[in-house]
Nanobody, 125 residues
Framework: QVQLVEPGGGLVRPGGALNLTCTASGSGDVFAIGWFRQAPGTEREGLAVISSSADSTHYADSVNGRFTISRDSVRTKIYLQMSSLRPEDTTVYYC???????????????????WGQGTQVTVSL
């Protein structure tokens, strides 16, 4: 089983940028890694997914062109670079891993097995 930890997050002004890092440990198959977010009372929203080999990425329309997902060469860190942040981007962000090969370009949280604990991002003056 792979464990995920997401330190970081924080407060940023509208129009600013913030980078999130997810660190993976443990063992197991990894088919895709994604970033999601969830505001209170809402469903978990998929933002970006990168394949295990990092040769393909997929973005939600709400963040396409503003957010970039990437991973390091040793495959222990997954990054989410966020720019042009808006107040509506304020919420808790999670990284997640698909260890069963279920993800197929549809942002379904049920396809992801392991989740980080979440990190708060606040966009405000």
């Amino acid at each position: 089983q792979v464990q995920l930890v997401e330190p970081g997050g924080g407060l940023v002004r509208p129009g600013g940028a913030l980078n999130l890092t997810c660190t993976a440990s443990g063992s197991g198959d990894v088919f895709a890694i994604g970033w999601f977010r969830q505001a209170p009372g809402t469903e978990r929203e998929g933002l970006a997914v990168i394949s295990s080999s990092a040769d393909s990425t997929h973005y939600a329309d709400s963040v396409n062109g503003r957010f970039t997902i990437s991973r390091d060469s040793v495959r222990t860190k997954i990054y989410l670079q966020m720019s042009s942040l808006r107040p509506e981007d304020t919420t808790v962000y999670y990284c997640a891993i698909d260890q069963a090969g279920l993800y197929d370009t549809v942002f379904n949280p049920a396809d992801f097995d392991s989740w980080g604990q979440g990190t708060q991002v606040t966009v405000s003056l």
